[in-house]
């Protein structure tokens, strides 16, 4: 039993700045990888950046150089650091990790209720 809640959402004008937080709480002996998905209006959900157990960072090419993925491996929590905003990162933005849990031996995805990022021109 593994729940993730984002926060960190709102309204912002292009050129400015928001900071996504995802914690994750629950029974949790580890976490494998934790990352953030978007998905805008008539769009296929896509990959934004992904932090693993072993410190490897992705991030889409559409954010490298504006987004930094962080995380605070005492509190469960990733971060989303998103600067530069432009009116195409608009975007419900959701919260992935693959953690171990009871009954899970493996690892098992998990997703937050997303939080919707808004970017005016």
């Known amino acids: 039993q593994v729940q993730l809640v984002e926060s960190g959402g709102g309204l912002v004008q292009a050129g400015g700045s928001l900071r996504l937080s995802c914690a994750a709480s629950g029974i949790i002996f580890s976490i494998n990888a934790m990352g953030w998905y978007r998905q805008a209006p008539g769009k296929q959900r896509e990959l934004v950046a992904r932090?693993?157990?072993?410190?490897?960072?992705n991030y889409a090419d559409s954010v490298k150089g504006r987004f930094t993925i962080s995380r605070d491996n005492a509190k469960n929590t990733v971060y989303l650091q998103m600067n530069s905003l432009k009116p195409e990162d608009t975007a419900v933005y959701y919260c992935?990790?693959?953690?171990?849990?009871?009954?899970?031996?493996?690892?098992?995805?998990?997703w937050g209720q997303g939080t919707q990022v808004t970017v005016s021109s």
């Open positions: 992935n990790a693959d953690i171990v849990t009871v009954g899970v031996y493996g690892g098992a995805d998990y």
């Open positions: 932090i693993t157990r072993r410190d490897s960072i």
